[in-house]
């Protein structure tokens, strides 16, 4: 099946339009989205990896007090990293976090670095990881596509076909680049994720207090005789750590 056209103009400026004034009054208070600090904001987006946002709270608090900057980080033995990082698991995420914050202040004098290439050179650090830190953290016009981002832009622009399919995958990150604003680039991006989190869950959305229930084409799409406002492309399960009420890996 070949892949549906991009978003229209219309389309994409109407999305905008509705995602930033839903999150003006809906988005969640996290406290890495009250600083641009880039090692701050890739400890929360590696804490949210596989774990969920109220588990992370505490843990991304706790982190921050012992190893406050990545030359802190990078000093620390790695069995008081690992031990520090218990009990969220995965286990491979601070010794990862812990090389970023070794090679950072070996090659780019305790910074972490804010342009793409270099980001996406650690290892640890993929694509969805960098656009968030430069998006969050810089600044700069860079999409992001999680498991709740795509779900979101799946059913509204899409609506059928494999969401997990590698040829699907691309094409939302072409549509994610498609529809991101020039300005609000941050308030965007945390929108679709709080969205994605909150409403167009992956079981049981909330279509009813969708902003975009009436341009969503998996909602027009809905089988007759189906549960109402539940969309049939559902296809993409929640990201871990980006659950209803918890967030985003």
């Not at 290892?123 to 795509?150: E, H, M, P, Q, W």
């Not at 995958?169 to 529809?179: D, F």
Request: charged share 25%; glycine share 8%.
């Amino acid at each position: 099946m070949s892949l549906p056209p991009l978003p229209s103009p219309t389309a994409r400026q109407w999305f905008r339009r509705r995602l930033l004034a839903w999150y003006r009054v809906n988005g969640r208070d996290l406290p890495w989205r009250t600083t641009s600090d880039p090692y701050h904001i890739l400890v929360s987006e590696i804490m949210l990896q596989q774990t969920q946002v109220d588990r992370v709270l505490p843990k991304y608090r706790e982190w921050l007090d012992k190893y406050p900057s990545l030359a802190a980080l990078a000093s620390a033995p790695e069995e008081d990293v690992t031990a520090t990082w218990r009990p969220l698991g995965y286990n491979i995420r601070p010794r990862r976090l812990h090389a970023i914050a070794r090679e950072s202040v070996a090659r780019y004098g305790g910074a972490l670095p804010s342009d793409e290439a270099t980001l996406l050179s650690f290892k640890g650090i993929g694509a969805y990881t960098a656009g968030a830190v430069l998006s969050f953290a810089f600044g700069r016009r860079a999409a992001i596509l999680d498991t709740n981002v795509a779900r979101v832009l799946f059913r509204v622009f899409i609506g059928r076909g494999d969401p997990k399919a590698h040829a699907m995958r691309r094409h939302l990150w072409t549509v994610s680049r498609t529809v991101l604003p020039m300005r609000h680039v941050f308030d965007f991006n945390q929108a679709l994720m709080d969205l994605g989190a909150t409403v167009c869950t992956a079981r049981n959305p909330n279509c009813g207090v969708c902003p975009m229930k009436r341009g969503c084409i998996s909602r027009r799409r809905e089988a007759p005789g189906s549960r109402a406002g539940r969309p049939r492309a559902a296809g993409l399960a929640p990201r871990p750590g980006a659950q209803p009420v918890t967030r985003r890996g």
